[in-house]
Nanobody, 120 residues
Framework: QVQLVESGGGLVQAGGFLRLSCEVSGSIFSINAMGWYRQAPGKQRELVAAITSGGSTNYADSVKGRFSISRDNAKNTVYLQMNSLKPEDTGVYYC??????????????WGQGTQVTVSS
């Protein structure tokens, strides 16, 4: 059973920082792209940042220069370092991963979400 387990959310004041982690557990063959999405109340889920297996990254315009995504392939873990947080960064942050459970079978998985609240 493959699971994505997130941690690191919480309440922080504007200008502060948080670091989110997401570990992939279970029987897998390989992990391809990984990413972080967020969903604010009343809004659609949006991509925040993504990273390929080779380390290429892309970011939403709203977080460029403030957030940084990275991954530790040995630990099957992806991180999101969030600096200079703003109240508009508030939302539930979800980890996402494209991975192969066998050499020939790939699925897309979501984590359960972790709440990030930025107070003004």
């Amino acid at each position: 059973q493959v699971q994505l387990v997130e941690s690191g959310g919480g309440l922080v004041q504007a200008g502060g920082f948080l670091r989110l982690s997401c570990e992939v557990s279970g029987s897998i063959f390989s992990i391809n792209a990984m990413g972080w999405y967020r969903q604010a109340p009343g809004k659609q889920r949006e991509l925040v940042a993504a990273i390929t297996s080779g380390g290429s990254t892309n970011y939403a315009d709203s977080v460029k220069g403030r957030f940084s995504i990275s991954r530790d392939n040995a630990k099957n873990t992806v991180y999101l370092q969030m600096n200079s947080l703003k109240p508009e960064d508030t939302g539930v942050y979800y980890c996402n991963a494209d991975l192969h459970v066998t050499r020939w079978t790939a699925y897309n998985y979501w984590g359960q979400g972790t709440q990030v609240t930025v107070s003004s």
